[in-house]
Every structure is written in C-alpha cells, then in structure tokens.
C-alpha cells in the first residue's frame, strides 16, 4: 500500500460530547486514488482528514478507538485557511513547511516561487500575510501545503473561499501537483472535481458512509444522497423563516456610500503598512434589499461590508449615517455583522449562550431555541461554540448576529460551507429578512444566492 491510508472501526468522541460522531467507520482509500468526500455540514468529513493527519487525540481531544494507519507523508490544508499562517511574510510562510523538512536553501526558495505561482498568488514574497483577504489566505494555505510536496494531499474544502475564474484556476493547480499523489479532496460543490476523481465517497449526516464509487455510479444514480450538490439540479428553494423570527425590531436604516475610499492599515515589526483596498465606491443598501458584492478574490467586497459595519473610517468620500462615529452598542443594536471567519468572534462557552450573548447586552428576548432549530444547530445547544464543523461554526455566528433581529445585515459569505439543506435555511433567513423589512448585504461568490440588486468590484472599484 504506497501512500494509502485506512480506517478500522475507528469511532471518534470529541471531548464535550456524549455520542461519537464517527462509529466503527471502515474505509481503505489505496496509494496514488483520488478520492472526493462529500456529504452534510456536521458528517464528518473534515474529522476524517484530522484522523488521517494525526490531529485527533492530540491537538484536538476527544477518545479515538479503533485504528488509522497512514502510509506516506502527509500535507493537511485546512477548512478555515487563517487557521494555518505562521509568518509575517508571505514567502516565509510557505517556506515553513519546507524548512521544516531540512532542505537547502536553494530547494526551498524554488518551491516558494513555484507553490505560489501555481496558486496565482498576485503578491511578491514580501508581502504581509496579514493584509490578505480571505480567498487570498485559502491560496496562500494551499501553497504551504503544496511546496512541501508531501505524498498523500488531505484538502479540505480548497476553494470554498474563490470567485469562479480562480477556483478554476486553483482546482487545476491541485491537479497539476497531485498527479500521481493520493489526493482525498473534501468539498460541497461537487461537480468541478467529478471529471477528475477516481472516486466518491457521501457521507450521511451521521459519519456513515452512504455512497461510494464511480463518478458515473453516482451521477447515474437515480436517488442522489439527500443534501448533495449534484450537478445539474436546480438551485434549493430558501426556507421561508417565521416573520417574527426576522422582522426588524425598528425602522430599517438606509445606509449610502458616497464616493467612499478606504485605506487598510497592516501593523508590521517595523510600523505600518498602507492599502487602499476601496475606491471611490458609491453603492446603496437599501431597506428590504438583498444587496451583494461581488467580484474576484481580493476586490475589497469584505471592506466594502466592514465600512458599511462602521467598522472602517473613510480615507475620503461619505457613509450616511456615519456609522464609523457610533458607539459599539447602537452599532451592535442597529446593525448584525457576520465576518467572512466568524469562528474567531465567539465567547461564549455554548451555541445557546452565543446565540443569547448580543440580545442579551441589549436587553432583547430572542427565541434562541427556534433561531437554533431553523440553522440546523439545536441538537448542539451544549456544545462548545469553538468545538463545531465549519459550516455549523458559520450558521452559528449567523443566528448569534441576527437572532435580536437588526434591521441592517452584513453577511460576508454566508452561504459559504452548507449543504442543500442548510443553504436553504441560510438563504431563506436573509431573504425572509429582507421581505420583512431589512436591508441585507451581503458579499458572496455563490451564483446561486437570492439577490435584488449586485454591486461588481475589481481592485477596490466598482465595475
Ligand atoms: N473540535 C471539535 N471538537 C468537538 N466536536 C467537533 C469538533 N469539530 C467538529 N466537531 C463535531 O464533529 C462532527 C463532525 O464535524 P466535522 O467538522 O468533521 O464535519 P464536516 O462534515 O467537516 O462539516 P462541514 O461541512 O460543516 O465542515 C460535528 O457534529 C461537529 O459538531
Ligand atoms: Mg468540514
């Protein structure tokens, strides 16, 4: 078995929970396949790459019984990519991995040059990690992951974060490096990857495995597992959520931008670091709008939703009201903000507590049981917010911003991560939303999401 891994009986409990959430799970995956795990937010998939990576029982605790048996080296990319920066420079950061493994120097800045060329990375090694967007950090993971030419590639949702042109792009750098490698990619949307794995695996939302062969055993399939993105079916109804669940507790703000520029500022060893990440954008939110911004990794949509969140003050140019100038509270009263890695905003130490914690600053009765039945969540109530799955970390954070129903939304992302099922919970809130009265923004990659009106950005610019 060159570079192949398997699974026997291995049953999994995370620390915190009851009930294993993999149990006498079997799967042998051989030297050189390439493999595509799918399946719903919450089965497993992500924990089936830690197992594989060594990570369970050691960095994250819980009881593992039965056996993982890997044989080649690995290289893990992780689901939430900020997850993996070391370095302060961007061509460090990828020399780690290398570095690590004791190759020369030569060696080194070679695979440095071509891991981020492959990656399209549009930025010299000098460039600061901290100043990259969010899709820009998903490349700069993968090209760590990819100079360290490891032999078994354990990708975990590798383009969940890019517009169409560079995931496009990204997917066939994969492809191109991975050749000959064993690749066990985990991703929603399925139907890019299919044409170039040799098998499926679906997973329920239980950890079992439900399906597993062919691409074109599962695309013949007449009862597609429930909840997968298989190409070629129609895009999910929203939910229709509950008007009282998502009818502003007061009149909807209007929020205008008026020729507006932003500069980010990046904190380095040696002081600052300037980048006008807006342009003299003009753009309305209007109240019962979905709005979103869209446009290519790094187009500044995140800054454009950050501004509107009085987050950012404006270089030149207006925000009517001038959110910037208000205090925390009447912005966290008025205005629900959702950031593109909303994981790193929890405090509290269960989902019911995080999804009570801004109502309850704000003296607001919230239904937190019925918020967290509508996203999918209520079976984990107890659970710690940091010890939850990708896309169950992003619902969270959504029905912890809206639950006290503002009536501005700023989601960056938000569908990122979910499966049919919770994508439609998640679409149906912001649309219910705005039907009932609220502004939505939003920014977004997913050609799927409802939308009334589109703001296009390129390098900071509305095209
Ligand atoms: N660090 C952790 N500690 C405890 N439980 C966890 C942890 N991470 C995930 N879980 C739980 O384990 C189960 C499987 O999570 P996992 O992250 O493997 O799901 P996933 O299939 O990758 O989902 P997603 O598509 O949302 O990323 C879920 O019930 C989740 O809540
Ligand atoms: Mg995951």
């Not at 924990?47 to 080649?72: P, Q």
């Not at 207006?318 to 593109?340: E, K, M, N």
């Not at 939505?440 to 009334?452: C, E, F, K």
Request: aromatic share 4%.
């Amino acid at each position: 078995m060159a570079s192949g891994a398997r699974f026997r009986g291995f049953t999994w409990r995370p620390l915190g929970r009851r009930e294993p959430v993999i149990a006498a799970f079997d799967l042998t995956i051989e030297g050189g396949e390439r493999v595509l795990i799918t399946g719903p937010s919450g089965a497993g998939k992500s924990t089936l790459l830690y197992a594989l990576a060594g990570s369970l029982g050691h960095t994250i605790s819980g009881e593992l019984t039965g056996a993982v048996e890997v044989d080649g080296r690995i290289g893990l990319l992780l689901q939430n990519p900020g997850d993996a920066v070391v370095a302060e420079r961007i061509g460090r950061d990828v020399a780690f991995g290398p570095e690590n493994l004791g190759l020369s120097r030569e060696e080194i800045r070679a695979r440095v040059a071509d891991a981020l060329g492959a990656v399209g990375m549009p930025y010299g090694t000098e460039h600061f990690t901290s100043a990259l967007s969010g899709g820009e950090l998903q490349r700069l993971a993968l090209a760590g992951v990819l100079a360290m030419q490891p032999e078994i590639f354990l990708l975990d949702e590798p383009t969940s974060m890019l517009d169409e042109t560079n995931a496009t792009a990204v997917r066939e750098a994969i492809l191109e490096a991975t050749a000959g490698s064993t690749l066990v990619v985990v991703e929603h949307h399925i139907g890019p990857w299919l044409e170039h794995v040799d098998r499926v695996i679906v997973l329920s939302r239980s950890g079992e495995i439900v399906s597993d062969g062919t691409p074109a055993a599962l695309r013949a399939d007449p009862n597609p597992p429930d909840g997968v993105w298989m190409p070629g079916l129609p895009t999910p109804t929203p939910l229709d959520i509950p008007a009282d669940l998502v009818t502003p507790r007061a009149t909807p703000l209007q929020l205008v931008a008026e020729d507006l520029s932003i500069d980010l500022m990046t904190r380095t060893l040696r002081g600052t670091d300037t980048s006008r990440a807006l342009r003299q954008m003009s753009a309305r939110l209007r109240a019962g709008d979905v709005t979103a911004f869209t446009g290519p990794s790094g187009a500044g949509k995140s800054t454009a939703l950050a501004a509107f969140g009085g987050l950012l003050k404006p270089r030149t140019g207006t925000i009517t009201p001038a959110v910037h100038t208000w205090t925390s509270r009447l912005l966290a009263d008025a205005i629900g903000w959702v950031p593109q890695n909303p994981e790193h905003g929890f405090l509290a130490s269960t989902v019911g507590g995080e999804v009570e914690r801004t109502s309850g600053r704000l003296g607001v009765a919230v239904d937190a049981a019925a918020l967290l039945e509508v996203f999918g969540l209520g079976h984990l109530a107890l659970a710690n917010p940091y010890r939850l799955s990708g896309g169950e970390q992003r619902r969270l954070a959504l029905a912890a911003a809206l639950g006290h129903r503002p009536g501005v939304a700023l989601l960056d992302e938000p569908t990122v991560g979910q499966d049919r099922h919770t994508w439609a919970a998640v679409a149906g809130w912001f649309a219910s939303a705005a039907r009932a009265g609220a502004a939505v923004a939003l920014s977004t990659h997913d050609a799927g999401v409802p939308r009334d009106i589109d703001y296009a950005l390129r390098a900071g610019e509305l095209v």
